[in-house]
């Protein structure tokens, strides 16, 4: 795209071309490029070379997966009944995706109008990253075809996974709704933009109500199991606030690094509004970032002092939980004071960017590493790795494909420029 | 702006409560201490008397119409069989039922303990299920209904005794596999599961659970130097159908004795009373943050080109 811009060819980005005639649907899926540039700079993109080699690999392990079941691609553990699927692609990729409710908030509720340039980014953000989170799942359950069951077959409403499936089910679609504003100015559909954008007060406060239970619902989940989750990671009345508290600092450094990684591989796609606003609203989302993270650290040795757990920290695995709380949650901590403090926003980055680590640890130390702690370590069937990879890599694609259209990063125009 | 505050306000408050409708209100399920049903069935299992002939195994399989075993039933080298770098047998979707073999330090002969589904007073399989799949049924036995699973495997994570197993060489039908006290066969014509009617030793008892926790307590107090003064699924995780009497500690026959005395489901009570809090609390609270944050503020949208013009009035 870099080199097409070099000639002067202009990507879509309004509601009507620079001679006032409208954009056909091609068009727009083609970016505004002819069906050759575009063809010749999805091969030019080494990326896509790499994302194509994945989907060679992964999509028929995958396939593999439904025709010769679960066993097939996992090691069938009866003591670890949930994997990388679940312990990655649940409750790693949820907690990253807090940031639509974030923002949301940040925007609609408390009227913040200066965070707006990233409003979209951290809703599309949130949106794909749960509707990923269910595309794992739908891997991981053994009837995938059931998945209605607890909707509308057969109710167990005592259970926490209950609450968990309603709300994710919910607040999908609050998210699509939230996310349909940019799909439906890129369509041209003005009525719905105006009827979506009149109840988003309404929207965004559902949001919060479900991502509060849900986010915290995933941490009670393992409340179902104690002795086998490490007292250190384990805390039955605490548990809860410690996953929904670390996911807030989750989603907004999850925003950091996406905008990172756009603004150094995509800034075609980027208005001015976004790239001069950007450095302003990464020190605000840092600040909000370091704030959660404080009070999870807190929390986190409440929960140690409350269970009276510190005989513990001399132990091996608690050396472990040192290291994750010393090394991705107070070092980030301090990384990213610093960098506000003195305005580094490549500092900032870093700090985001080791949260999000922390984060990815601490879920899979819960749901796998810590896991039948007194048994033994179970290491991931390679196939699992494969899955896990090809969907993360099917996230990206649709990442991608979604910022490189939708007015995400940049204002739609009424006209295109000359 | 009064109309439009106003209105927003009710926006709010008429989508968190469509998040409450959705959201049907947590069942008192588990309020309150359930002790199982008054005339539960249960087992008592004296460690002291087991052998390991495995006849039980035998029996179970037989009665479950379970496929055939890799080694035939006589052949005890299965309890030499270490799994995962330091783990012996547990229950599989093929054998419901396991004998294992334990040194305990300082007896002169091994133990052998039976594992199989204790058949707990407040099941954590049950309460951990989201499409209401298990029944404790009133004679005792906790079922399970494989049409509703949707294979989420959560009851596999919440079972305190690493009992149930699932079928995952499946790829059309897999389903949760465990003993389920031979309830449709024998249980509910009031007849003891087939393991038990098959053990030569008599090492298990079948009767009413509070008759058989009598039963337990009065060995217990007649030879006070043969067994231990504890009886294993009495109080752990709410108390258990199936329960334990031994002559050598509990932790050396492979028993997890840190399990807490109260139902598994009492821990998630904490998390299940703040539900309704914020689905109430929560939707008042956050539009009031927005009228408060707004008040005196533009309340349009910087993306709403409509209201644009109306930007810092």
Known sequence: MKKLATYGVKPHDATLKSDGEKWSLMEKLLLGLTLDQYIGQVIRNKFNWLLAVIFAVGIPVIIYRFIFSLGAVTHANYDYPWGLFLGFGLFCMVPLSASGFMLGTTVEIFGRHDFEPIERLALLNGLLGYFFAVVYLLVDLGQPWRLSYPMVYSWGPAAVLFLVGWHVATYLSVQVAEVSTAFFEWIGFQRGYDFIRKGTVGLTVSGIILSTLHQGALGALFVYAPGKVHPLWYSAPFQWIHFFTSSIPAGLCMVICVSTVVIYTMKWRCDDRFIDNLDRITISLAKGAAMGLITYLIVKIIAVAHDNEWAYLATGWGYWWLLEILGFVVAPLIILSYGIHHKLVGIIRFGAFLTVAGILLNRLNTALITFNWQLYQEIPHKYEIIISITIFALYVTTYRFILNRLPILYQFKSKADE | MSKITRRKFLAGSAAGG????????????????????????????????????????????????????????????????????NQKRRPTDRAYTVVNRYEPEGADKPLYRKIQCNHCNEPACLTSCFVNAYTKTPEGAVIYNSHVCVGCRNCMIACPFHVPAYTYHSAINPVIKKCIFCYYTRLKEGKPPACVESCPQQVMTFGKRKDLMKIARERIAKNPDKYIDHIYGEKEVGGTGWFYIS???????????????????????????IVPIVLTVWPALFTGFHLLATKGKSHGHGDDHSHDEQEGH
């Open chain 2, 247 to 273: 002559n050598a500690p509990f932790e050396e026959a492979g028993f997890d004795i840190h399990l807490p005395k109260k139902p598994i489901i009492d821990n998630v009570k904490d998390f299940l009373a």
């Open chain 2, 18 to 85: 469509a998040a409450m409708m959705l959201t049907p209100a947590k069942k008192a399920f588990a309020s309150g201490s359930f002790e199982g049903f008054p005339d539960g069935m249960g087992v008592l299992v004296d460690l002291t008397r087991c052998v390991g002939c495995r006849t039980c195994e035998a029996a179970c399989n037989k009665e479950q119409g379970l496929p055939a075993p890799d080694l035939p039933f006589d052949d005890y080298s299965v309890f030499d069989e270490i799994h995962h770098g």
